[in-house]
């Protein structure tokens, strides 16, 4: 049996842990007797070296101050290895008065004492906040230091920057204070509302419209501007461009306008133009006994009248585009000719192998010859050979145009002899005869002869003064 005592091994552990804390314990301390001691936002900096001031052993810590921090000791203090400094941080406190808003940096806690250093005189009836929230006057000494204080008279106002949309509470008193406190930089072309010089009311909604580039075509000119508006007309009047009468725009005042557009204005103008047509006159006849029959001559000349057109022109930035009729009116009538026919008749005597006869009228005709057979019907035909009077036909039988010659009457051709107007043909017409023949008979005829017509004298309603003057 080993009669030795020996230590448990747990309290052996623990032993060796107190022996070795000691000596680093004791190496700690004179590791601190060379060296300087910083602490600052809550680091320990051990600085070694030979420095004699406060601010030579910050500056080799690489720790900066604020003239509101608190050092200690002082910065121009004397110091020696194994001595402490402490650095007491300012905080940054953003303040918000009537005055604008600042940064200021304390080593208050207290929101009272904090107000007070500021130098910021609170009256009754101004508004506390403290991080957003309201604060009564008489609690101002229990409220701790917060990092956003604002003291004045403050109203919540939303800015919207085309997408940008700012909520803030401010003490501004007009919409331009509230944007430069914003920090948005307002440019001349943009639009505003309310105005920039307008008063801020409570839960005020401030739009502000960014203005875009664009080109403007007016009277010859190329003008680039920028505009917050949308609308055609409201860019044009921005620029002092306006229209007058039927001026337009293209793209026209119905279309919003897009970064980079280009609007095009159109003066329109009108003018007048007259043009004449000529009215042609008329030929008329008038009956007189100063000129034998078939005789005519001219009375009065015609006159051209005179149909005025009115055009109404328009024009587009000086180029014609169409022509409108605005009106017509008669400035001249026509004046028609006046041509008289003879209606004195006179009768005469021809010599003939036969004899004398009376005419009162000769007409120069064509001249051709038919029979029954000629006539287009067969002989089979009930009205074959029958004229249209009803006689044969046959030698003495002459087909003419009643219009031409009178239906019934007598006439005498130079070769044939006398023959009755008894006859008509689909295709006599005009001043034309056809000479009637018995089959056995038939001579044939072709050209142009004299006919005259024989007496008596029809009647004046039977009488044709103005037959045809041409020949078939």
Do not use: C
């Not at 701790?144 to 803030?168: A, C, K, P, W, Y």
């Not at 580039?213 to 009277?219: C, E």
């Not at 000769?362 to 009077?389: E, F, L, N, Q």
Request: aromatic share 8%; no cysteine.
């Amino acid at each position: 049996m080993n009669n030795n005592p020996r230590f448990p091994k747990k309290i052996l552990v623990i032993l060796s842990g107190f022996i070795l804390a000691a000596v680093l314990a004791v190496l700690a301390y004179s590791l601190t007797r060379t060296q300087f001691v910083v602490y600052a936002d809550n680091e320990v900096h051990l600085i070694s070296g030979d420095y004699e001031r406060v601010e030579e052993v910050l500056s080799a810590a690489g720790v900066e101050v604020r003239a509101e921090d608190i050092v200690s000791p002082a910065l121009s203090s004397s110091v020696e290895p194994g001595d402490t400094i402490q650095i007491q941080r300012a905080i940054p406190i953003t303040l918000r008065t009537d005055d604008g808003v600042e940064t200021r940096w304390t080593l208050q806690t207290n929101l009272a004492a904090f107000l007070a250093e500021a130098g910021v005189t609170i009256g009754r009836t101004d508004q506390i906040f403290a991080d957003g929230e309201r604060v009564e006057f008489g609690d101002i000494e229990e409220i701790n230091i917060s990092s956003l204080v604002e003291v004045g008279h403050f109203v919540n106002i939303t800015i919207i920057d085309n997408n940008n949309r700012i909520q803030m509470r401010t003490a501004a008193q007009t919409v331009g204070e509230a944007l430069e406190e914003a920090g948005l930089n307002i440019f001349a072309a943009d639009g505003v509302e309310p105005p920039p010089g307008s008063w801020l009311t409570p839960d005020l909604n401030i739009t502000v419209r960014r203005s875009m580039p664009l080109t403007i075509h007016a009277d010859g000119q190329v003008i680039q501007t920028r505009s917050h508006h949308t609308n055609v007309l409201q860019v044009l009047a921005e620029a002092g461009i306006g229209l007058i009468g039927q001026d337009f725009t293209r793209p026209g005042p119905e279309v919003a306008l897009q970064s980079g557009d280009s609007i095009e204005v159109v003066r329109v103008t009108e003018d007048f133009r007259i043009e004449d047509e000529d009215i042609s006159f008329d030929t008329v006849f008038q009956g007189t006994d100063q000129l034998e029959i078939d005789q005519r001559a001219v009375m009065s000349e015609g006159v051209t009248g005179i149909l005025r057109r009115r055009i109404r022109v328009r024009y587009e930035n000086g180029i014609e585009v169409s022509q409108i009729p605005d009106g017509e009116w008669v400035a001249r009538e026509p004046v028609n000719r006046v041509v008289g026919y003879g209606t004195n008749i006179v009768v005469r005597v021809l010599d003939t192998t036969n004899g004398p006869v009376e005419y009162w009228r000769v007409v120069r005709m064509r001249v051709t010859a038919y029979t029954a057979s000629s006539s287009g019907k067969p002989p089979d035909h009930p009205a074959y050979g029958i004229t249209a009077s009803g006689l044969e036909a046959g030698t003495g039988i002459v087909a003419v145009d009643p219009s031409v010659v009178p239906f019934g009457s007598w006439v005498f051709v130079s070769g044939y002899g006398v023959g009755y107007a008894g006859d008509t043909g689909g295709g006599v017409k005009g001043r034309w005869i056809d000479l009637g023949y018995d089959e056995d008979e038939l001579q044939h005829w072709s050209g142009y002869v004299d006919v005259y017509y024989l007496t008596p004298v029809p009647p004046v309603d039977k009488i044709n003064y103005l037959i045809p003057t041409w020949l078939p």
